[in-house]
C-alpha cells in the first residue's frame, strides 16, 4: 500500500548497554564540547601560552640568581623587613635574588615537558607492550603481565629517590625518562585489556576471515578504536608524571641548573620561607602547580563524562 | 481454557490497570513508550503480552511494578490491584505490596540474581523482609521447599549465581517469585535468553507452579508459539497501545486487528507454506505519532477515518476486544471491560 | 569455598617474592654502576658536597670487610642478598657506627602509623562520600558542597601538606609546625603522650586524606552509577527490600570491588605521598629520614629506607591479594 513512511528525526533506540567503545556518537549530541573538557584545556592553554610567550615580554635571566634585590614581596604587600615590592618586580624575589615571576615563566613550561615526555615515552612502550602482550598471547603476555604488576607495585618514588640520589647533575629530560620507567605499566595494563576484547570481537574476526595479516588488523582495526582510550589514558599518565617530578624536585632532587616549579619549593623549605612568611617563594609555584593539576583534572573529568554518558546525566 | 470469557462482567479483576502512561524524556521530546493501556487480569488466569520489540510490553509491565527509571517517567493512568490504585500510594506502602501481592519474574536471569549473595540469601532476604526475623531452621525448611517446586536440587541452596547455568538460575527466579505467594506474578521474557530445551524445562515449571498454587500471571514475550501454550488469554500490543485482546484460541483462528493478524500470519506452522511476509517494524517517530491510528502506516486496510480518529477498543467476539475502525462499534454494551 | 588452593597462595607469593628480589637487585645495581666501588664513591661524595666523614679509613676499611666488596660481583650480591634477609643494611655514613637498621626501626613504627590510619580513612570517607552522591535520598546541599572538596584531589599531597602547614600552624597556631611529638616528651603509653602524638599527627594525616578521598569518591560514584543499571538491582526494589539494605547489600557491597582492587595498585602512590608529607612536617618517620640522609648523602640509609617501604608496600599488596577472594566470590581461590 502506499504508505509515506516519515522516516526524518527516526529515534536511535538507546541499547539497554551502554557502548563500551567510543567510536559512534548520537546525531544530537555533541560529547566532545564537554564543559570540564573545555575548562581544563583552556586552563592550560593559559598557563602554556603564557609560560612560553612570556619569555618575550619578560627577561627569563631574572630566574637565575643574583642581580635582583632580595626578598621582595610581591607588589602591593609589604615584607617582614618593611620592604614594599616593586613593578620590577611584581612577583616578588627569593633570597638569592631571583624573580618570581621569571621563575614562573620558565618553570610551568618545564613541568609540561616533563609530564608530556615521560608520559610519551610511558604511553608509546605501554602501547606496544599492551598489544604484544593482547595479540601474541601466550609467554610473553605472562612476562609482560607479570613484570607490570611488580612495578605498579613498586612505589615510584623511593627508585627514583635511590638513582637520582647518586647522579650527580641530573637534567630535565633524564629526570623525565627514569619517570618513564614508571610510567608504562598502567598503559599496558589498559591497551592490553581492550585488545583481549576487541581480539574476540566480531570485526577483526572479519578481518581475519578476508586475510588480512597480523598487522594490518592492529593498524587498521583496533588501533583506531583505541585512540579515545590512549588519550584519555595520557592526560592520566602526564598528571603522575608531572606529580613524581614535583615529589623530586621538592627533595631536592630534581635539576639543578634548571629552575623548576618544584624546585623552587625546595629552596623555599629549606630557607625556612614558611616561617619567615616569605609566602610568595613557595606559595606561587604551589598555586601554579596547583592549577596545571586541576587543568588536567578536568580534563580527565571531561574525558570520563564523554566515554561514560551516565556520568554526564548524573552531574546535571 | 476459555472459562474466563464467560466470567469476564462476572469478577471483578485482580488487577486493573487503565490509561497507563509511560513516557522516556529524550533530549528531542518525550518518546510514548506507553500510551494509554487498559488491561485486566482475572483470579487465576495466565494473560500473555505480546508485541515486536520496541512496542512497550516490558515498561507496561514496569509501569505496572512501578519500577520505571528516569529518563523514564508515568504520566498517568491507574493500576489497581485488589481494589488499590498502586499509583496513589506512597513509597513505602508500595514497597509492602512488592512481592507479598505482586511479584516479578524477571528477564534474562543472566544478571538479575545478585553476584555477591548465596541462593538461599536472596531468598532469605525478600521474606525476612516483609515477614520480619524468623527462624533460621524454618527458613531454611522453607527455602528448600521453594527450591524443589521448582526442580531445583538442594546443592544450589548455598551457590551463588555464577555457579548456575542459565536455566536453573531463572527458576531460582521463579522460586524466588512464589516464596510469599502473590497474588499475581509477571514474567518478563522469562524464557527468552535461554536455548530451547532449557526453555521448555523453565516453561513447563512456570505452568506447573500456577497449576499448585492458583495465581494470576501476565506474560510477556514475543514467541507466538511458546505463549500460546502457556496463556489462556494474550494482549496484543503495537507501539504502546493494546490493539487486540482475546482468548488464545479466538486470537489464532480468528484475529481481527490487522496488526494481531500480521503477527498471527507470521508463526510458521507445519501445515502450510506461508510466504515470507516481511514486515519493518515500528515505522513512525515513537516521539511523534500520526494522530489517529496508531498502526495506519502499516495498515493494509487504512481508511480515511483511521488518520483522523484513534479507535477504542471495542467488542468484536466473545472476549475478544480489538481497536480498529474496521470494526463496527456494539449494540450498547456498558463499558469498556475486556 | 573455603579452602585456598596452594597454587593461588604459592602464585601470589611467588609474585611478592619477585617484586622484593627485583626492588633490591636494582637498588644493589645502581651504585655499582659508577665507576670504583661502592663506598669510596659515596664517602668522596659526601666530603665533596661538603660533608665531613669521620674516620673515613676506617669506614671504608670496616665496610669492605662486611659487605666483602674485594670479592668478585657475584659473591658481593650473594652476600648483600643474605645480609638483606637479616634486615642488615649495613651502617649509616653520617651516623657511623650506628647501623641503618637502627634508625629505620626507629621511624619505621611512625610511619606505619600514620598510613595505616590515613591510607584507611581516605579509603573510606572516599568511598562513603561517592556512594552518597549517588543515593537518592541525600540532600541536594551536601551533593552539591562534595565536589568542592574534591579539588583538593588534583594537587599533590605535598603542596596540600605545605597549604596546610601554612594556614593551620603557622597563621592559625591551632597545630604544631614539626615533628610526631613534642620535643623532649617522653615516650610512654600515657593519654598525655597519645593525645600529643595525635595532635601532632592530625595535619599529615589530614594532608594524606584531602588529596585522596577524591579519587574514591569518583570511582565510587562512578560504580555506584554502573551497579544501578544492574537488572539485579531492579529486581532488588521489585522485591520490594528496604531501601537501605539494597544501598549497602545490593549497591555498595557490589560497587566496593573494583575499589578495592583500585587500592591495591595505587598503594604505591599512597606510599611516595605520605613520604613527602612526612618530610613537610618533620614528622619523625621514613620520610624525614630519608630526607635527612639525601641532604647528608647518607646513601645506605637511602638503600634501607627505600627498600624497606617498598617491602612494605609489596606486603600489603600480597595481603589484599590474598583477601580479596573472601569478598569477591566469583574469583576462585584456585590459581588463575
Redesign the interface.
Given at each position: 500500500m502506499g504508505s509515506t513512511l516519515d522516516t526524518s528525526g527516526l529515534a536511535t533506540p538507546r541499547a539497554a548497554g551502554l557502548p563500551r567503545r567510543m567510536g559512534r556518537f548520537n546525531r544530537w549530541d555533541t560529547p566532545w564540547l564537554n564543559p570540564k573538557l573545555l575548562a581544563g584545556v583552556a586552563l592550560l592553554l593559559v598557563i602554556l601560552l603564557s609560560g612560553l610567550l612570556g619569555r618575550f615580554f619578560w627577561d627569563t635571566d631574572l630566574a637565575f640568581s643574583g642581580k635582583a634585590p632580595l626578598n621582595l614581596p610581591p607588589v602591593g604587600f609589604v615584607n617582614t623587613r618593611g620592604q614594599a615590592g616593586t613593578w620590577e618586580h611584581p612577583l616578588g624575589t627569593e633570597n638569592s635574588g631571583r624573580d618570581m615571576l621569571a621563575l614562573m615563566i620558565v618553570g610551568a613550561p618545564n613541568s609540561f615537558l616533563v609530564g608530556v615526555v615521560a608520559a610519551g615515552v610511558g604511553m608509546t612502550v605501554g602501547v606496544i607492550l599492551g598489544f604484544s602482550a593482547g595479540f601474541i598471547g601466550g609467554r610473553v603476555d605472562d612476562v609482560i603481565r607479570l613484570l607490570s604488576d611488580v612495578t605498579v607495585t613498586i612505589p615510584s618514588l623511593m627508585v627514583l629517590i635511590v638513582i637520582q640520589s647518586l647522579m650527580r647533575q641530573v637534567d630535565l629530560t633524564t629526570m623525565a625518562l627514569l619517570i618513564a620507567v614508571f610510567a608504562w605499566p598502567t598503559p599496558t595494563r589498559l591497551i592490553r585489556a581492550q585488545v583481549l576484547s576487541m581480539r574476540a570481537s566480531g570485526y577483526v574476526h572479519m578481518a581475519r576471515l578476508s586475510g588480512a595479516s597480523t598487522w594490518a588488523i592492529m593498524f587498521r582495526e583496533i588501533l583506531p578504536n583505541l585512540t579515545p582510550y590512549i588519550f584519555a589514558s595520557f592526560i592520566g599518565n602526564a598528571t603522575g608524571a608531572i606529580l613524581a617530578a614535583v615529589g623530586l624536585e621538592t627533595l631536592g632532587l630534581g635539576p639543578q641548573r634548571v629552575p623548576t616549579l618544584g624546585g623552587t619549593i625546595y629552596f623555599a623549605i629549606n630557607a625556612a620561607a614558611l616561617l619567615r612568611n616569605m609566602w610568595w617563594w613557595w606559595g606561587l609555584p604551589t598555586l601554579m602547580l596547583a592549577l596545571i593539576f586541576i587543568g588536567l583534572l578536568l580534563i580527565n573529568l571531561g574525558f570520563d563524562e564523554i566515554a561514560n554518558p551516565r556520568l554526564r546525566r548524573s552531574s546535571q | 481454557m476459555s472459562h474466563s470469557t464467560s466470567m469476564t462482567e462476572a469478577n471483578a479483576p485482580v488487577l486493573r490497570v487503565r490509561d497507563l502512561r509511560v513516557y522516556y524524556e529524550?533530549?528531542?521530546g518525550d518518546?510514548l513508550a506507553v500510551d494509554g493501556v487498559d488491561l485486566d487480569l482475572f483470579e487465576g488466569e495466565a494473560l500473555g503480552l505480546v508485541g515486536e520489540s520496541?512496542c512497550g510490553k516490558s515498561t507496561a509491565a514496569m509501569g505496572i511494578?512501578q519500577?520505571v527509571?528516569p529518563?523514564g517517567r508515568i504520566v498517568g493512568g491507574s493500576v489497581e490491584l485488589g481494589g488499590r490504585d498502586l499509583l496513589k500510594l506512597s513509597e513505602e506502602e508500595?514497597?509492602?505490596?512488592?512481592?507479598?501481592r505482586l511479584?516479578?519474574i524477571?528477564q534474562?536471569a543472566?544478571?538479575?540474581?545478585?553476584?555477591?549473595?548465596r541462593v538461599a540469601s536472596q531468598i532469605e532476604?525478600?521474606i525476612v523482609?516483609?515477614e520480619g526475623a524468623q527462624r533460621k531452621a524454618a527458613l531454611r525448611l522453607r527455602i528448600l521447599e521453594l527450591l524443589r517446586r521448582v526442580g531445583l536440587p538442594e546443592r544450589v541452596y548455598d551457590l551463588?549465581p555464577?555457579e548456575l547455568s542459565g536455566g536453573m538460575k531463572q527458576r531460582v527466579?521463579i522460586a524466588?517469585a512464589i516464596a510469599l505467594n502473590p497474588r499475581v506474578i509477571i514474567a518478563d521474557e522469562s524464557t527468552s535468553a535461554l536455548d530451547v530445551v532449557v526453555q521448555r524445562v523453565v516453561a513447563q515449571t512456570i505452568q506447573r507452579v500456577r497449576h499448585d498454587l492458583g495465581m494470576a500471571m501476565i506474560m510477556i514475550g514475543h514467541d507466538m508459539g511458546l505463549m500460546a501454550q502457556m496463556v489462556d488469554r494474550i494482549a496484543v500490543m503495537y507501539a504502546g497501545k493494546v490493539v487486540e485482546v482475546a482468548p488464545v484460541r479466538a486470537l489464532f483462528a480468528a484475529p481481527r486487528h490487522p496488526y494481531a493478524q500480521l503477527l498471527i500470519d507470521s508463526v510458521p506452522t507445519l501445515r502450510e507454506r506461508k510466504p515470507l511476509r516481511s514486515s519493518?517494524g515500528i515505522?513512525?517517530?515513537?516521539?511523534?505519532p500520526p494522530p489517529g491510528c496508531i498502526f495506519?502506516?502499516?495498515?493494509?486496510h487504512?481508511m480515511d477515518v483511521c488518520r483522523s480518529a484513534a479507535p477504542r477498543l471495542k467488542r468484536v467476539g466473545p472476549g475478544q476486544w480489538a481497536a480498529c475502525h474496521l470494526y463496527a462499534e456494539p449494540a450498547a454494551e456498558g463499558g469498556r471491560h475486556e | 569455598m573455603g579452602r585456598y588452593s596452594i597454587g593461588f597462595i604459592a602464585q601470589r607469593l611467588g609474585i611478592f617474592l619477585l617484586t622484593i628480589w627485583i626492588a633490591a637487585s636494582v637498588i644493589w645495581l645502581i651504585p655499582r654502576l659508577a665507576p670504583g666501588d661502592p663506598i669510596s664513591a659515596m664517602i668522596m661524595r659526601m666530603s665533596s658536597s661538603g660533608g665531613r666523614v669521620e674516620n673515613a679509613d676506617k669506614i671504608i676499611a670496616g665496610w669492605k670487610e662486611r659487605f666483602g666488596l674485594n670479592d668478585p660481583l657475584p659473591v658481593q650480591y650473594v652476600r648483600y642478598m643474605g645480609n638483606l634477609l637479616r634486615f642488615d643494611f649495613g651502617y649509616s655514613l653520617a651516623h657511623f657506627p650506628t647501623p641503618v637498621a637502627d634508625i629505620i626501626g626507629l621511624a619505621l613504627p611512625w610511619t606505619l602509623g600514620l598510613l595505616l590510619v590515613a591510607v584507611t580513612l581516605a579509603f573510606f570517607i572516599g568511598n562513603f562520600l561517592g556512594a552518597i552522591m549517588v543515593w537518592g535520598r541525600t540532600p541536594g546541599l551536601i551533593r552539591a558542597v562534595i565536589p568542592m572538596f574534591m579539588i583538593f584531589t588534583s594537587i599533590p599531597s605535598i603542596l596540600a601538606a605545605i597549604f596546610l602547614i601554612y594556614v593551620f600552624a603557622f597563621l592559625l597556631e591551632w597545630f604544631p609546625l614539626a615533628g610526631s611529638y613534642p620535643l623532649g616528651m617522653k615516650v610512654e603509653l600515657s593519654w598525655r603522650f597519645i593525645s600529643a602524638v595525635i595532635w601532632h599527627a592530625t595535619l599529615p594525616a589530614l594532608s594524606v586524606v584531602l588529596v585522596n578521598f577524591g579519587y574514591w569518591t569518583l570511582g565510587m560514584r562512578g560504580m555506584m552509577i554502573t551497579v544501578e543499571g544492574e537488572d539485579y538491582i531492579q529486581l532488588a526494589r521489585a522485591k520490594g527490600l528496604k531501601p537501605f539494605y539494597v544501598l549497602y547489600r545490593y549497591l555498595v557491597r557490589n560497587a566496593i570491588l573494583p575499589q578495592i582492587t583500585a587500592f591495591a595498585i595505587t598503594l604505591g602512590s599512597l606510599v611516595s605521598g605520605q613520604v613527602l608529607v612526612e618530610y613537610i612536617f618533620g614528622y619523625q618517620g621514613m620520610g624525614n629520614i630519608i630526607f635527612a640522609a639525601i641532604t647528608s648523602q647518607d646513601f645506605p640509609v637511602i638503600q634501607g629506607a627505600s627498600f624497606m617501604l617498598i617491602v612494605i608496600t609489596a606486603l600489603a599488596v600480597l595481603i589484599m591479594d590474598l583477601t580479596y577472594p573472601l569478598i569477591d566470590p566469583r574469583i576462585s581461590y584456585e590459581r588463575n
Open positions: - | 529524550t533530549p528531542k518518546v520496541g511494578l519500577l527509571n529518563p508500595v514497597r509492602q505490596i512488592r512481592w507479598t511479584a516479578l524477571p534474562g543472566m544478571n538479575s540474581l545478585n553476584p555477591t549473595m532476604d525478600v523482609a516483609h551463588y555464577h527466579c524466588m519493518e515505522t513512525h517517530d515513537p516521539r511523534n495506519q502506516l502499516r495498515c493494509p487504512v | -
